[in-house]
């Protein structure tokens, strides 16, 4: 029997990130080259590939007890080096809601 994250395929077309939420305060976090988990998203191992891909989440869902919800998340990589989510969805994950929200009294 073939699991689900086998059947999932990935296509990426740029890079990519694995993105998921910490278990024990829900932060959005981003996993590293050295295998861990960091809040930073210019901490994040970028990958170019879908098997690069594959490998990174495979990996990262296995880590089920400090994140959850491992994905993979489209970057930018802007001329000066620096990362930036490559959709909406990230940009929000990463910046907080699109609007102001009221303060209350």
């Known amino acids: ?3 689900p994250l086998e059947q999932k395929k ?3 077309t740029g890079p990519s990130v694995v ?3 910490r278990t024990w305060d829900g932060a959005v976090i981003y996993r590293t080259v050295s ?3 960091s809040e930073r998203l210019s901490d994040a191992a970028i990958v170019r590939t ?4 594959r490998a990174l989440l495979a990996e990262s869902v296995v880590d089920d007890v400090g994140a959850v919800g491992a994905y993979v998340a489209p970057v930018e990589i802007k001329e000066s080096g620096n990362v930036k989510p490559g959709n909406l969805r990230e940009y929000i994950r ?3 809601v699109t ?3 009221p303060v209350p009294a």
């Open 35 to 37: 295998h861990n988990w």
């Open 99 to 101: 609007i102001d929200l």
């Open 1 to 3: 029997m073939t699991s």
């Open 50 to 53: 879908s098997e690069d891909a």
């Open 94 to 96: 990463v910046h907080g």
């Open 19 to 21: 993105t998921a939420n």
């Open 10 to 12: 990935i296509r990426i």
